[in-house]
């Protein structure tokens, strides 16, 4: 959708009549659908300049309320106004998993200001070992409806077609007469059902062709298995008008997949539970632009700013959360700085998000990079429905592979060939065959890539 998305929003045709936003609540976040699609297309320096008085309003906040944000100012001899100047940001050193896990209640700020609250604690799935607890107050929830309502409106979807989600976390099957918030806030839905990631894929296809979905919210690797699913048993979803994914990382093959097999891109949202919606992907040239409230540095390993092109791990800070400072936390991912996009949006733009540290590739002399593995040629050479490498050490990788038939021995020569000169190392390369989809893990996520070296 172009520039005006938001005018369109006032004659979309699902849009609820005035009395029903007014008992729905939904009229509230029209208001700050506008800001951010003011927003959007300012200049770079506006932006920049707008997020930094932000950030001092939260410095100040912060090192007044938290016991643990005020000592990490004073080692680092900043003051928040400090702080908050160009290139102040950078002197503060990035807060760890464990850090905040350790600094336990003296983490959490006394108080919030008026209208913030109430606050909730959510925790995260603990996918490092290390599990933590935040608080966010209620204006971090309103800002997360607005993002996936800009979400959907960026992408122009229609909201009258039935859903079917997928996603972590959930324990059982349901189903609903609408999408539930924040879509019903606005608009007149269809009909909603979801189940867990855990259901084995042939359950999952089966009850994705019964019901039959105009859209479906899926995690990656749950799409990844569809897929292969769809492809041995020769069943389609003809009615899928769109593919969104969130939680685990969209590789490149996937997409390819996606795009062969139906026909749509992957719409991905970078998020976590820490911190709500960071990214939504641009519906024109599928950069991912970092929303509006959040300050994303890439960083190399001497915590220099990444150029563009660069990828370097991530440290976010959260600029409307009065009740917990995430500033500068280092969220254990990786990303690829993006060049300025090309559809007029000014938001920061990241190319791609890779993962976590055990996503990528580690080589004998002790360098990492993302584990690019050759699949775009496979297809030449064997037909392979899914894959999943664990490097045991750094010489040596275990490929899982799940194909209809067992390869000849020349053929998976040829993939190890392959796979050796895109990892850009000749490891050993030891195959692992079967028919069936390949197992996923706790809460139905699933990696293609897991280093175990050290």
């Known amino acids: 959708m172009s520039a005006d998305w938001i005018e369109r929003l006032r004659t979309h045709p699902d849009l609820l009549p005035p009395e029903q936003r007014a008992r729905t609540g939904g009229d509230r976040l029209i208001p700050l659908l506008r800001e951010y699609a003011g927003a959007e297309r300012l200049p770079v320096a506006e932006l920049a300049s707008r ?5 001092r309003a939260l410095a100040r906040h912060c090192a007044a ?13 900043l003051t928040p106004e400090a702080l908050a100047e160009r290139g102040g940001l950078s002197a503060l050193p990035p807060l760890t998993r ?3 896990v350790e600094a336990g209640e003296s983490l959490f700020c006394t108080a919030v200001p008026p209208g913030h ?25 309103v800002h997360w409806l607005a993002a996936c309502l800009r979400e959907h409106l960026w992408h122009g979807r229609r909201f009258d077609g039935r859903l079917a989600v997928l996603r972590a976390n959930i324990a059982a099957a349901t189903s609903t007469p609408n999408w539930g918030a924040p879509s019903s806030l606005l608009f007149r839905t269809g009909p909603s059902a979801v189940q867990p990631p855990t ?3 042939s359950e999952v296809v089966r009850w994705l062709v019964a019901f039959s979905p105009q859209h479906l919210l899926v995690l990656p690797s749950c799409l990844a298995g569809i897929i292969a699913e769809l492809e041995t048993t020769g069943q389609r979803l003809p009615g899928l008008q769109s593919l969104r994914t969130l939680s685990e990382t969209v590789t490149p093959h996937l997409r390819t997949e996606a795009r062969r097999l139906f026909g749509l891109p992957v719409d991905d949202c970078y998020s976590s539970q ?8 641009c519906p024109e040239a599928g950069t991912y632009h970092v929303a509006e409230p959040i300050l994303l540095e890439v960083v190399d390993p001497e915590g220099r700013a990444c150029a563009p092109g660069q990828t370097g791990r991530l440290l976010v800070t959260d600029l409307i959360n009065f009740a917990t400072p995430l500033i500068r936390y280092e969220i254990g991912d990786f990303a690829e700085v993006g060049e300025a996009c090309p559809c007029g949006r000014n938001l920061a733009p990241i190319r791609r998000f890779l993962g976590r540290e055990r996503n990528l590739v580690l080589l004998p002399d002790g360098s990492r990079h993302w584990p690019l593995v050759g699949f775009h040629q496979w297809g030449e050479v064997f037909p392979v429905r899914q894959f999943q490498f664990i490097q045991t050490d750094r010489q040596s990788i275990t490929a899982k592979m799940s194909a209809p038939t067992r390869p000849t021995a020349a053929q998976a020569a040829r993939l190890a060939a392959i796979i050796q000169e895109s990892l850009g190392h000749p490891f050993e390369i030891r195959f692992h065959w079967q028919e069936e989809p390949l197992p996923r893990g706790p809460g139905g996520k699933f990696e293609e890539f897991h280093c175990r070296a050290s």
């Open 51 to 55: 997020q930094r008085m932000r950030l």
């Open 65 to 77: 309320h938290s016991t643990h944000f005020a000592a990490r100012l004073r080692a680092a001899g």
């Open 98 to 100: 464990r850090q905040l």
């Open 117 to 141: 609250g109430p606050i909730t604690e959510t925790s995260t799935s603990g996918s490092t070992g290390e599990p933590v607890t935040i608080r966010r107050p209620k204006n971090c929830h």
């Open 199 to 201: 259901l084995p894929i």
């Open 274 to 281: 820490e911190f709500g919606v960071m990214a939504l992907q």
